[in-house]
């Protein structure tokens, strides 16, 4: 764990330069705004130790997987969300001296990323080596009102001579993605411009084998100079080379004096406009900022997120720590993934790094979709799954590569256009229980909004999709005269092709009997929809549902008698049972063990028995839920980000309240504190939705019974009190947990029922 960050409610504060850290730092304080990120990095030349990473939504490159060997269905590439062209360049020179904060003595510094008004700032006093001393104040902000668009402001002030200060804006597309397989560009020119106080740089992925789109990016910069608040007239000597444009301004600024340099930058893709058109409209847009004054530009950004803290705000009383854990990770949440375009999804690194490229995950329906549903219109998390109806036609492919058929779909691991694009052969071709996971969803939507149309419109067809290929994945074992499912990676990926993964059968057996309920609804409700759905699918109603409830009636699910607990797989108990605590010194083991080590062990990733219990809690009892709790955490080391936050909803439905504070923090501070050791890579934006879930599914106790929302809230003993705002069914509601009384209020919306602590109220 890190403890250099300091504890702020509203802000994410760096006090004094810690270069070690800088890529960490860079992670946490990365910008976005649903269509476009940047990490934290500055916005001079840096030579110490940094990530450099622009990333624009949507566009990716299919880079060639790299294995020594190949089987059939193997995918062809692994898609990556590109570092693009570097917009916040300014390079900086005092006299004949670069500014490098590397190099120079640096006496005082602050970087603070202010999650109120979604704006990053740093200042610095610095000793360059001519001995000259300045202080540099940097804003900089990714609107959240123009998303196509950012903005800096950096302002230099000589404290002891007299200097000319050289400026260079540019834009820098000759940057590389640090996980390329081969460390090569993935970007191409297409055309470069320069004119005054702007320019103007437009990219095209590279060219590839795999038939997929080329996208083209143009980036366009404008940019303004003022001294002691006074607009500047300037001269700016445009400098063009390969896949960069710059501009040159040179100031002679006094000791004493203010210089604020205004840069705004302009990210626009292919995705969404016509490839003729991107250079001119990169341009024209660049202009109308620079007509706007930053403070204009900046004012509408932080009235964006005043509604949204306004709305999605969790308010903890008595603890700084966990309330900065909170805003933190709903801040990041919402500046990733805004709902506005069905085509984007939710990367489990977000805008904050490469790792993992960047692509949509099985995260997101399990652990994004209540923050969605809760905390913005139903609109938004039916993008979320109309996401996926778009794939179906991919999704079924993939599982024809694989040898399924008739309309069998499996969902890729890791996408971004429905292709199957992972590069393990034990995730790629194993871990399926990512199927379940996106039905699951379905489910949990329709629960939770009560919009049954999505069944008939979009989630009946890929329930169908994903219940046939259950169907051919399950197979009959005459030793245990049950159906059984052989050589799977269950969502503890420290087990590889298991048998009988006991979430992976209960999922899919599970999916299979909520498909067939669906259908049995249809039937009564829209029997047209039905029939026309059954149609486009070719499935045979009657012949197709006798086959689902034979495998339903003789499913295998591994249990352990004399425990009592359901087994993670066949074999579990061959296994040396040990606890955590018995393996203090070799945390984390994934970066000390051996895999050989690691898949020998009992030792759990992340929720994985536990994770079924989670999804479907109104099937097992409180007792079992305790005693499967009780034997299998102790044995997780929670080396997955997805873990802390079903254990902590557990835990505080057992009333283990210190067992569900422990594992909120570790969830809310994971990248704050650097638990895992890997935020230098880019933050965990999909677990972060835990950190939300945490509070309001753990401590509040949120769940829908019968239609109903339900609270049952308790305070943890850190803290006096905590508050929220949860929407529900149109009707939005604020809610306020003491150590005496939970308050509910309806803030908008029609009066609703709801059951708190177990009793009928109305609001």
């Known amino acids: 764990m890190k403890n250099y960050i300091t504890h702020s409610e509203w802000s994410v504060i760096e006090e004094g330069f810690h270069p070690e850290y800088n890529e960490i730092t860079e992670s946490l304080m990365s910008l976005g705004n649903g269509r476009m990120g940047q990490r934290g990095n500055f916005e001079e030349t840096y030579s110490g130790k940094s990530l450099q990473g622009s990333y624009v939504a949507g566009v990716y490159f299919p880079d060639k997987t790299r294995v020594g060997w190949w089987k059939n269905g193997y995918p062809d590439y692994f898609a990556k969300v590109l570092n693009a062209c570097n917009w916040i360049g300014i390079g900086v020179r005092i006299g004949e001296e670069e500014l490098d904060l590397a190099t120079a003595d640096v006496e005082s510094f602050r970087r603070e990323l202010n999650m109120k008004e979604g704006v990053l700032y740093r200042t610095a006093t610095v000793r360059l080596k001519s001995g000259i ?57 297409v055309s470069k411009e320069t004119a005054f106080a702007r320019g103007c740089l437009v990219l095209e992925t590279r060219a590839n084998p795999f038939g997929v789109e080329r996208f083209q990016v143009a980036t366009a910069m404008a940019y303004d100079l003022f001294v002691n608040g006074i607009r500047q007239d300037f001269n700016a000597i445009p400098e063009k080379k390969e896949k960069y444009v710059a501009g040159h301004v040179t100031v002679k600024l006094e000791a004493g004096q203010e210089l604020v340099f205004v840069k705004y930058g302009v990210n626009l893709s292919s995705a969404n406009y016509a490839r003729e058109e991107l250079p001119g409209a990169a341009n024209a847009h660049a202009d109308r900022l620079r007509e706007k004054s930053y403070g204009e530009l900046k004012h509408a950004h932080m009235s964006v997120w005043a509604g949204k803290w306004k709305r999605n705000d969790i308010i903890i009383e008595g603890d700084v720590a966990a309330q900065q854990g909170i805003r933190f990770n709903i801040f990041h949440l919402e ?182 309920s669906v259908m049995d609804t249809l039937e009564k409700e829209d029997r047209e ?201 149109g009707t939005l509601l604020s809610v306020k947990v003491t150590g005496e009384n939970t308050e509910v209020k309806r803030i908008s919306g029609e009066p609703l029922a709801i059951l708190l602590s177990g009793q009928e109220c109305f609001v």
């Open 529 to 729: 929809a039905l029939d026309s759905i059954l149609e486009k699918t070719a499935f045979d109603y009657h012949a197709g549902r006798a086959d689902w409830e034979k495998i339903l009636d003789n499913t295998w699910f591994p249990y352990d008698a004399e425990r009592q607990v359901f087994l993670q797989q066949d074999g579990f108990l061959d296994k040396e049972l040990l606890t955590v605590a018995q393996i203090a010194g070799h945390r984390p083991i994934n970066q000390k063990w051996s895999w050989d080590r690691i898949l020998r062990s009992c030792f759990i990733k992340q929720a994985d028995v536990l994770q079924g219990m989670y999804f479907f809690e109104e099937d097992f009892s409180m007792e079992q839920l305790r005693r499967n709790f009780e034997f299998y955490e102790p044995m997780t080391v929670h080396e997955s980000s997805l873990s802390p936050c079903v254990h902590a909803i557990l835990a505080a439905k057992l009333n283990l309240r210190e067992k569900a504070y422990e594992m909120y923090l570790r969830t809310s501070r994971l990248d704050l504190d650097d638990y895992n050791n890997d935020t230098e890579d880019g933050l965990h934006i999909t677990s972060m939705a835990g950190t939300w879930m945490s509070v309001v599914k753990g401590f509040a106790g949120q769940r829908v019974v019968d239609g109903m929302l339900s609270l049952t809230p308790f305070v943890p003993d850190n803290w006096s009190s905590y508050s929220f705002r949860i929407g529900f069914r």
């Open 335 to 516: 500046q990733t993934y805004t709902g506005a375009d069905a085509r984007l999804n939710i990367g489990p690194k977000g805008f904050t790094g490469e790792k993992y490229g960047g692509s949509t995950y099985w995260d997101t329906e399990a652990y994004c979709m209540p923050f969605y549903l809760a905390t913005a219109d139903a609109s938004v998390a039916r993008n979320l799954l109309v996401y996926r109806h778009h794939h179906l036609g991919k999704a079924i492919e993939n599982a024809a590569k694989l040898g399924f058929a008739d309309g069998a779909a499996l969902y890729p691991m890791v996408t971004m256009n429905g292709e199957e694009c992972h590069n393990e052969w034990e995730i790629t071709f194993e871990e399926i229980h990512r199927n379940g996971a996106i039905a699951y969803a379905i489910f949990d939507y329709v629960r939770y909004t009560g919009d049954k149309r999505y069944l008939a419109e979009y989630g009946l067809e890929v329930l169908i999709g994903i219940s046939r290929f259950w169907k051919q994945r399950f197979s009959w074992s005459e030793a245990k005269k049950a159906y059984v499912m052989l050589g799977v990676t269950g969502p503890n990926e420290y087990e590889n092709n298991v048998n009988n993964n006991w979430y992976t059968n209960y999922i899919a057996s599970w999916t299979l009997r909520y498909t067939l």
């Open 133 to 189: 001393r300045l202080s540099i104040a940097t804003e900089r902000f990714n609107s959240m009102a123009d998303d196509e668009s950012g903005a800096i402001r950096y302002a230099i002030r000589l404290l002891n001579a007299d200097a000319e200060i050289k400026l260079t804006p540019f834009l820098d597309g000759t940057i590389r993605n640090r996980d390329s397989n081969y460390g090569e560009s993935f970007w191409d020119e």
